[in-house]
């Protein structure tokens, strides 16, 4: 679909009425309907409480959790989070208050928060534990979304990432999408050959969506000390090192599927959004720029309605698969 121009922006329309306030900026991800395509990204935005004093919740489209488990985790040891060029690594082993916690003690405050649209990311290391997490939130009233992230190891299976392995990540996401009452969208890990594959292989067990990607298997090693820079060896690379990738990524999983496409890896600003949109994302997810500025998730969504408004894009989903050849 191409975005429809309606004539250079003036900043007022026929009216003296602001233009701005004209893009319509709503977008259906997962058959829900937000009111921004610009979501906080899971692991990066806490479960959104942290965030209530710095963003206005209710004016971005939905913010993640951290991913959710069924039992807490402490997650790993330290260093787990270091900087690298345009970008970040981290191995924070997923450390969570545990689905029960979150759904007792989070879930309450979230609920007060007028507007306020909860993903959870759900995640386990066999397929059972997912299921059950999923079976924890389905009482819990107020959540939108499940994000189920196959990033994990699927320790019933030698350790194999779920969403590396077709036939895993099928059994996963049509368990997950059986037990699930509400939407599921499936974030899939870019460390695949074929991402269209994968893509496809949640769109064929009944995913609603998809969200893309994960963070890039990394390793920083200190020449010094010759020692990984990271206690866990390996890290996850996010930032903006990986957005020209997670843009083709997100593009071919688009081709790929009729689902929507939730597009994600470093994002910063209104542009970069825009280029997930061009690419075939129907919403995008910001997550490393949270680290250094925690209200770019809020900037971005208003960046963005300022682009559509000075480039005649009535409605931002227009945009989604609009690149031109
Ligand atoms: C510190 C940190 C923790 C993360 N934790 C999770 C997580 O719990 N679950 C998940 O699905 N993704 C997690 N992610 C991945 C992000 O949600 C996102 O997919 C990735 O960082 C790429 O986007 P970005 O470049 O905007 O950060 C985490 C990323 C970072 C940097």
């Known amino acids: 679909m191409r975005c429809q121009a309606v004539g250079r922006y003036t900043g007022r329309d026929a009216n003296g009425g602001d233009k701005l306030s004209k893009a319509d900026m709503r977008v259906t991800l997962a058959g829900v309907e937000l009111r921004s395509p610009v979501i906080a990204a899971s692991g990066t935005f806490g479960y959104g409480l942290e965030f209530e004093e710095i963003v206005s919740l209710e004016r971005i489209g939905a913010f993640v959790t951290k991913g959710l488990s069924r039992e807490p985790m402490a997650g790993n040891a330290s260093p787990r989070i270091i900087e690298s060029p345009a970008g970040m690594m981290n191995a924070v082993g997923l450390q969570n208050i545990g689905v029960h916690a979150f759904v007792e003690e989070k879930m309450p405050r979230l609920r007060g928060i007028p507007g306020v649209v909860v993903i959870a990311n759900v995640f386990g290391y066999t397929i059972e534990d997912c299921v ?19 990033s994990c190891p699927n320790t019933s299976h030698g350790g194999m990432v779920f969403g590396t392995d077709p036939d895993s990540l099928y059994q996963l996401a049509t368990r997950c999408r059986h ?11 870019p460390n695949v050959t074929s991402i269209g594959q994968m893509a496809r292989v949640c769109e064929d067990a009944g995913a609603q969506a998809i969200s893309l990607v994960n963070t890039f298997l990394a390793l920083a090693i200190d020449v010094e000390t010759r020692r990984p820079r990271i206690a866990n060896v390996t890290g996850g690379l996010s930032g903006p090192a990986i957005r020209p990738i997670a843009v083709r990524m997100v593009h071919e999983a688009s081709q ?54 000075s480039h005649g894009v009535a409605r931002v989903s227009d945009l989604t698969g609009a690149m031109e050849r």
Do not use: Q
Not at 268 to 297: C, Q, Y
């Open 256 to 309: 790929a599927v009729k689902i929507p496409v939730a597009g994600m890896g470093g994002i910063t600003r209104a542009e970069d959004a825009v280029e997930f949109m061009l690419a075939g994302a129907t919403a995008v997810e910001v997550g490393t720029a949270s680290f250094a500025d925690p209200r770019a998730v809020e900037n971005i969504a208003n960046g963005l309605r300022r682009w559509c408004a």
């Open 179 to 189: 037990a699930a009452e509400r939407p599921l969208m499936v974030k899939l890990s």
């Open 132 to 150: 059950e997490v999923i079976h924890v939130l389905n009482d819990a009233p107020g959540i939108a979304i499940y994000e189920l992230n196959a």
